[in-house]
């Protein structure tokens, strides 16, 4: 792992929040709500209009291309260096309601990278990334979080 990519912001980009999008969403995690599938229903609610499911913002992993993509140096067990990834940790900041017909620009930068001596042997190194969605007002809606830990099986030799 790279340590010296804490900081790192990747190319911001943009991505909209589509009303279809939403709807398969929701379907796809089976959540009824009205307010995901009626636009009249969702007017009269507290947030006057379609508002996305919680975690909808990993839709953002289609918007993104690999100029957008951050590289940790990560090292995974299909490279044959005896490293595994796991996923560790995911956190969810809400602040604002994100609206079908909003257009979000996301930043995602390196937040942290820490390492720990693993229970049954070997290092895990951390790494953090955040990822921030900004409305087209310029209004910060979701922050989210997300660690990844690479377990050495055997220490890497570079």
Not at 110 to 120: L, S
Request: a negative charge; glycine letters at 8%; hydrophobic letters at 35%.
């Amino acid at each position: 792992m790279d340590y010296s990519k804490v900081g790192q912001e990747a190319a911001p980009f943009t991505m909209p929040a589509d009303w279809s999008k939403i709807r398969e969403f929701a379907n796809a995690t089976l959540n009824d709500d009205p307010i995901y599938f009626d636009p009249e229903y969702a007017e009269k609610t507290r947030f006057g209009g379609v508002p996305t499911p919680p975690t909808w913002v990993v839709d953002m992993l289609f918007w993104a291309t690999p100029e957008t993509h951050l590289d940790l140096g990560l090292v995974d067990s299909t490279q044959g260096k005896g490293g595994y990834l796991l996923h560790g940790e995911t956190e969810w900041i809400y602040l604002k309601p994100i609206l079908a017909g909003d257009t979000l620009t996301v930043k995602t930068k390196v937040a942290d990278m820490y390492e720990k001596q693993g229970r049954r042997g070997g290092k895990m190194e951390f790494a953090v990334t955040e990822h921030t969605f900004i409305n087209q007002h310029g209004e910060e809606c979701v922050r989210y979080l997300s660690t990844v830990i690479q377990q050495w099986v055997t220490p890497p030799t570079s």
